[in-house]
């Protein structure tokens, strides 16, 4: 899937020899190496209860959580190592481009961005919800999409890492529009850049956000991971209630 295929190629090029920069599939050299001693090292070496959240919504009576935790998670190892984790280096820009056999072009512009415990991180989450996110209101799915009909989809994420973060605009077009449909994203941002957001634009804004969290938060799956989460990054969670 082309469309999926260049996610994993742009973390590659803007953590180039990182670790976090490779694919977590691995490839097929990584792959053919992979023997079952290798799984059980890892696992033993990183699934350890220093390292995990248990997390349980619902309704359950707390006891009986309690006792399923303790006999199914008890023989968990505690742990008491720490790993390194060496942050990504600054890394230069580049423009890369491959030509396949596909009757479509995917587009991907994408920066270094803030970490998740950036005290700026959430503006930049309500700003990149405004440049692309899912609703159809957005900046780039208007001017792209809806007043150029240039796109079959657009797109932006920002993606936080403990340590670094990533921000990316992406779209699918046909071949011959890729151009005109770079430079209208170079328009809008460099407008976003140069015409501050009014007051009550932004008050709009983070009413959808809120509205998008709370439809969100009705996946009780969704929730769990995300509280859960929260919970391992920063010992809470903040409820939308």
Known sequence: SPSDLIFHEIDEILFNGSPIGRNILG?????KKLTHNDITTFYQRNYTADRMVFFSLGGTDFKKIVRLAEKHLNDIPAGSHSLIRHIPEHYTPQFKKEDKDSHQAHYMLANRAYTLFHPDRMALY?????????????????????????????????????DTGVLAIYFG??????????????????RLKKEPLTDRYVEKAKKQLLGQMAIASENKENLALSLGRSMLHFNRFDSLE
């Open 126 to 162: 309500l700003l990149n919800n405004i440049l692309g996110g899912p609703g159809m209101n957005s900046i780039l799915n208007l001017s792209l999409r809806e007043r150029s009909g240039l796109v079959y989809n657009v797109e932006s994420n920002y993606t936080p890492y403990t």
């Open 173 to 190: 077009s046909d071949p011959e529009d890729m151009p005109r449909c770079a430079k209208l994203i170079e328009k809008e941002l460099t």
């Open 27 to 31: 490839n097929v050299d990584s792959l």
